[in-house]
């Protein structure tokens, strides 16, 4: 790893590590309030995300910044894109189900060549930087080698009120049978780390931001993983379609599963 790329993911770690923090000082004192009935947004959301901020702008005033809570700072000719979920996994954290992180993604020239993933409850950092590998905690990881649906543990993510004939909703219901099993744990940060770590199989969605799967997909793709749309074409960080999976005979499978 050359010294800059080094440097930008010591940064990301730091910065994700930061916000972290941020969220666990306020776990026992934060006041919910509605953004949607069933996305609720917090003052410790907020309060990580301007940590966050702050701490990189210090160190990259020139770079340009997007995140999920209103953060749009795209001005300037810079070639450097940050983009930062603070609170990945916002209803979970909000009811005290400790299952969130955060997550940092950095773009050069609109390709990822950065990502960190903090899970402050677990103490675990994901990160990854481009042709270098995947790490969890300093230690190299890689996906699992299931390689059929039938074996397969998934995760999804569905889109918030879906109701049952939501297209998302309906795949979701179609693999209840085919998967060995699939489930829904709502962060799409912490189930991209699962693929990349073995933890679990695949993880689909159709309904991600680019601050939910930036950081996370290019750890997928370091670890040995394959990160696809949704119909098995090449995966773009401004669109919500999203396959990841251990990079097995299993990804073609689900992409015909998921049709």
């Given at each position: 790893?050359?010294?800059?790329?080094?440097?930008?993911?010591?940064?990301?770690?730091?910065?994700?590590?930061?916000?972290?923090?941020?969220?666990?000082?306020?776990?026992?004192?934060?006041?919910?309030?509605?953004?949607?009935?069933?996305?609720?947004?917090?003052?410790?959301?907020?309060?990580?995300?301007?940590?966050?901020?702050?701490?990189?702008?210090?160190?990259?005033?020139?770079?340009?910044?997007?995140?999920?809570?209103?953060?749009?700072?795209?001005?300037?000719?810079?070639?450097?894109?940050?983009?930062?979920?603070?609170?990945?996994?916002?209803?979970?954290?909000?009811h005290k189900f400790p299952y969130y992180a955060v997550s940092i993604g950095l773009e050069c020239k609109d390709a990822l060549i950065v990502g960190a993933i903090y899970d402050p409850n677990r103490q675990e950092l994901f990160s990854a930087a481009r042709g270098c590998g995947a790490t969890l905690n300093g230690q190299p990881i890689e996906p699992s080698a299931v390689g059929e649906l039938a074996q397969a543990l998934c995760m999804a993510s569905l889109p918030v009120r879906a109701g049952q004939n939501h297209p998302a909703v309906q795949r979701f219901v179609r693999l209840l049978d085919r998967a060995q099993s699939v489930q829904r744990t709502g962060s799409a940060a912490l189930n991209l780390c699962s693929v990349a770590c073995g933890r679990i199989d695949a993880f689909w969605s159709s309904s991600l931001s680019p601050w939910?799967?930036?950081?996370?997909?290019?750890?997928?793709?370091?670890?040995?993983?394959?990160?696809?749309?949704?119909?098995?074409?090449?995966?773009?960080?401004?669109?919500?379609?999203?396959?990841?999976?251990?990079?097995?005979a299993l990804h073609q499978e689900l992409v015909q599963a998921l049709r």
């Open positions: 790893m050359n010294a800059d790329l080094a440097e930008l993911l010591s940064a990301a770690e730091e910065a994700a590590r930061l916000g972290g923090s941020v969220l666990q000082s306020w776990a026992a004192r934060f006041t919910p309030r509605e953004k949607s009935p069933a996305n609720l947004v917090t003052e410790a959301d907020e309060a990580s995300q301007r940590a966050i901020f702050d701490y990189l702008r210090a160190r990259y005033p020139t770079h340009r910044f997007l995140g999920e809570e209103g953060l749009n700072r795209s001005a300037g000719d810079s070639a450097y894109r940050w983009i930062i979920d603070p609170l990945d996994g916002t209803s979970n954290y909000v939910d799967q930036a950081a996370g997909a290019l750890i997928v793709a370091e670890a040995g993983g394959r990160v696809t749309a949704l119909d098995g074409t090449p995966f773009d960080v401004n669109r919500p379609s999203l396959l990841a999976s251990n990079g097995s």
